[in-house]
């Protein structure tokens, strides 16, 4: 960490002549990461399955997913290379368009609870006291409870509440990030609890820096290498969690497709026994998008994070 | 030592009191109740019924009649099954606790080798395919690979039965008995190891990797010892003893059963039973549950803490 620092300071104190000083980090990172192929491997299958998602719907005569009761339940074919399901509509475009749900509520999910987990990681950290006790004591309340019962309460109650369809993925996200924000604010907070010790954060105070001066210009650059590491290795639980409770029909709902509720069909015996091609592509998909995304975050920790990974 | 366990005592059990009246207002605000389900009763019968139970008294009343008990050891009533919760617990966990046992060993076994390996040969083929099995390992989705391995293995193959613990009708005993419940728990048992090694493994292999250039493994080297003893008798020991505070936090996975697994498997285990209770609405019964995995996942964090401090007396926890 002490490197950032010292770039950090430095560009400060005379931006002018070492223009560069902020960016070599990055630039030695990036230099790092290009020498990692496994993680180059990871980013590239990452990438791919975006554009999938994203842009291959747009070549998809079967976009409609209109109702063709005579192509119900077809195994692949050459116009259907992945088969159509019980309504007629091609697996392959469904797989896509239950990608950008799935994908969606992955990365929003992760934001958000990225965003929560540091900021009040950061102030139990920095302010301890009260603060730290209020916040670190709910973490430590919401830890003890198992979060797939309490995935499933949550789940229950938004039936309830009859939440259109289309809302229901928003909600989805609220509910995983509230669940995986204390784990983070744990660990935020253990760095910041190091961090403010150090020369640079004293040397902060010695000048007579605002609080807020010294949190967000001083600090925080200090944790962003730390936040990027959990905030791709967490992408890649939230599609997990998501797809659990799909599958479970509690998260997002049929007709919008998302890779777990398209597994669902498995629950079907005959489906499941005679139709792999219904629940095979989504649940490779599942795994193909978190395996990339879990060693592409594992690279970056090796370039972004000085200590010995565990 | 004396006063951290009493502090960790004492906070455990403020946290845990808190966790239960959490738990409680969670499932007093899920909607749907055993009784509104039911549509064989009539209006009064129903009316009746909310009164034997004590649903129509105010939320904080129920919450302290409940606490009351749980407190006596009595978790209350089963709805759906009509028995007492606890007895059903202790009916349905043993099975959980086989399943989780044997696939821990398992997980604990393979990770450690693995691990080892990994370590002294790093940066070889091996370890890089190792990785890689490792992150293949950790992206699983649980359900998934469940229901891809019994297709295969059950379904198509016939190797091994899809799920259950016994085969339907059957009455064996003695040894017929046992080998039929280990054919059951083949796949389980494979899908839980599967699924925790890739984490295990990773611990193993980033320990022992600093174990070895420590000067006290050059020094065994220099005594002359065999390679084999240096690494098993002096790295992987000292490798292990972090690893100590993880037998801890094993534990509600031990006990709690495992609610995805248990259904994709259709074994009678504790979270199997959780999952059928939920769509039921058998409240004591699921704040039974919850509660008992609050309480070993707070006795095992205490646990780990403590244990940690044994092992190792340069940590000091306040």
Redesign the interface.
């Known amino acids: 960490m002490s490197t950032i620092t010292g770039g950090v300071a430095e560009s400060e104190v005379a931006p002018a002549k070492r223009p560069l000083a902020r960016s070599s980090l990055w630039r030695l990172a990036a230099r790092k990461l290009l020498k990692n192929k496994?993680a180059l491997a990871g980013l590239f299958v990452v990438v791919f399955m975006f554009a999938l998602c994203f842009i291959g719907p747009l070549f998809s005569p079967y976009t409609d997913n209109k109702i063709h009761m005579a192509l119900m339940n077809k195994a692949p074919n050459l116009k259907h290379w992945l088969g159509t399901d019980a309504l007629g509509r091609d697996v392959l475009t469904r797989v896509m368009q239950a990608g950008r749900i799935s994908l969606t509520v992955g990365l929003a999910s992760m934001v958000l609870s990225v965003f929560l987990g540091s900021l009040l990681g950061a102030i139990a950290g920095y302010y301890r006291g009260i603060a730290d006790q209020v916040i670190m004591?709910i973490a430590?309340?919401l830890?003890?409870?198992?979060s797939?019962?309490?995935l499933?309460?949550l789940g229950?109650?938004l039936?309830?509440w009859k939440v259109p369809t289309d809302y229901r993925m928003y909600i989805v996200m609220l509910m995983l990030s509230f669940v995986s924000w204390p784990g983070l604010a744990r660990m935020v907070r253990g760095e910041v609890l190091s961090l403010r010790e150090r020369e640079f954060m004293q040397a902060a105070t010695v000048l007579g820096l605002r609080d807020r001066r010294k949190l967000f210009k001083h600090l925080l650059p200090n944790l962003v290498p730390l936040l990027i590491v959990i905030a791709s290795l967490n992408v890649?639980g939230a599609i997990?969690s998501e797809?659990?409770l799909s599958?479970f029909g509690l998260g997002v709902m049929p007709p919008t497709p998302t890779w777990g509720n398209m597994?669902d069909s498995?629950n079907n015996l005959i489906d499941?026994?005679q139709r792999?091609w219904l629940?095979?592509p989504p649940?490779f998909s599942?795994?193909a998008t978190?395996?990339a995304?879990?060693?592409f975050g594992?690279g970056l920790r090796d370039v972004l994070d000085p200590k010995?990974?565990? | 030592m004396g006063t951290f366990i009493t502090k960790r005592l004492l906070y455990t059990i403020l946290?845990?009191l808190?966790?239960s009246l959490?738990?409680f207002s969670?499932?007093a605000?899920?909607?749907?109740d055993f009784i509104t389900g039911n549509i064989k009763l009539t209006p009064e019968r129903k009316a009746e019924l909310r009164e034997i139970y004590g649903l129509n008294k105010p939320l904080l009343e129920r919450y302290g009649i409940w606490m009351k008990h749980a407190l006596h050891g009595d978790f209350g009533y089963s709805m759906a099954q009509q028995k007492p919760v606890f007895t059903l617990f202790n009916q349905y966990i043993w099975n959980s606790f086989l399943l989780a046992a044997v696939s821990t060993f398992f997980t604990w076994l393979i990770a450690v080798i693995i691990g080892v390996v990994a370590a002294y040969r790093q940066y070889s083929w091996f370890d890089?395919l190792v990785?890689?099995v490792i992150?293949?390992a950790?992206?699983?989705?649980?359900?998934?690979i469940g229901?891809?391995l019994i297709?295969i293995l059950a379904?198509d193959w016939k190797w091994l039965p899809p799920g259950g613990m016994l085969t339907t009708g059957s009455n064996a005993t003695g040894m017929a008995y046992a080998e039929e419940v280990v054919r059951h728990m083949a796949l389980p048992v494979i899908v839980m190891t599967l699924l925790g090694i890739g984490s295990l493994t990773?611990?193993i292999r980033?320990?022992m990797?600093?174990v070895m250039k420590q000067d006290y493994i050059r020094t065994a080297r220099a005594k002359g010892l065999k390679e084999r003893q240096v690494l098993f008798t002096h790295a992987l020991r000292n490798a292990l003893l972090p690893a100590i505070t993880l037998v801890g936090f094993e534990l509600?996975a031990l006990f709690?059963g495992s609610?995805?697994i248990e259904k994709i498997f259709n074994w009678p285990g504790i979270g199997q039973l959780?999952m059928q209770s939920?769509g039921l609405r058998d409240y004591p019964l699921?704040m039974g549950?919850?509660v008992l995995?609050?309480i070993l996942?707070?006795i095992g964090t205490m646990l780990s803490d403590i244990l940690y401090r044994v092992a190792d007396p340069r940590v000091r926890l306040q």
């Open positions: 496994l004591r430590d309340l830890m003890t409870i198992p797939l019962p309490l499933f309460i229950a109650l039936s309830e890649g997990l797809s659990v599958f597994i498995a499941f026994q792999p629940w095979i649940g599942i795994f978190v395996i995304i879990n060693i594992d010995p990974k565990k | 946290i845990l808190a966790a959490l738990i969670l499932y605000w899920t909607p749907g890089t990785m890689v992150f293949a950790m992206s699983l989705p649980s359900f998934f229901l891809f297709k379904v990773r611990y980033g320990n990797i600093d509600p709690g609610l995805i959780y939920f699921l549950f919850t995995i609050a996942t707070v």
